[in-house]
């Protein structure tokens, strides 16, 4: 079994996608073992992406995912991270296999719905970063 980090963006939540989303990942065989919805603020934001601290791109994706509620969970299947990354298609909308989340919905590299964890030391911090042993019901 792993888990990942999945991150409905604020783009994701302010357009209503939220369910469909969660459909997809549900459909798919993946467990929601935590979830909640926060609200980051820029620092917050900084500290989830400090790997990609003095990237020209750093400044406006806090913006971005600071400016609104975002729907944080934790997933769980054999192969999750693999499987949800997947799931959401390339970074790059423009660069997403049909049928995926960001093939499906989203409209720019830096709005583009979700996150997922790219590797299992990632996704170990990503998850430490949102919840806490008590919020996890594995
Ligand atoms: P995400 O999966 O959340 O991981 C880092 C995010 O940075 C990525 O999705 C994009 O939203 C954003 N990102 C990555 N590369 C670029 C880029 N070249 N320009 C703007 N945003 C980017």
Do not use: W
Not at 41 to 67: C, I, N, P, Q, W
Not at 101 to 118: L, T
Request: with cysteine; aromatic share 8%; proline share 4%.
């Amino acid at each position: 079994m792993e888990r990942t980090l999945s991150i409905i963006k604020p783009d994701g939540v302010a357009r209503g996608l939220i369910g469909e989303v969660v459909r997809r990942f549900e459909n798919a065989g993946l467990k929601i073992v935590a979830m909640k919805m926060v609200h980051m603020s820029k620092k917050e934001a900084e500290g989830f992406y400090a790997v990609h601290r003095g990237r020209g791109f750093y400044d406006s994706l806090t913006d971005s995912m600071s400016s609104g509620p975002c729907v944080v969970m934790i997933l769980e299947g054999p192969g999750a991270i693999a499987q949800t990354r997947e799931m959401m298609g390339a970074t790059n909308p423009k660069d997403a296999a049909p049928g995926t989340i960001r093939a499906d919905y989203a409209f720019s590299i830096e709005q583009n719905i979700v996150h997922g964890s790219d590797a299992p030391e990632t996704a170990a911090f990503e998850i430490g970063y949102f919840f806490n042993a008590l919020e996890i019901c594995g």
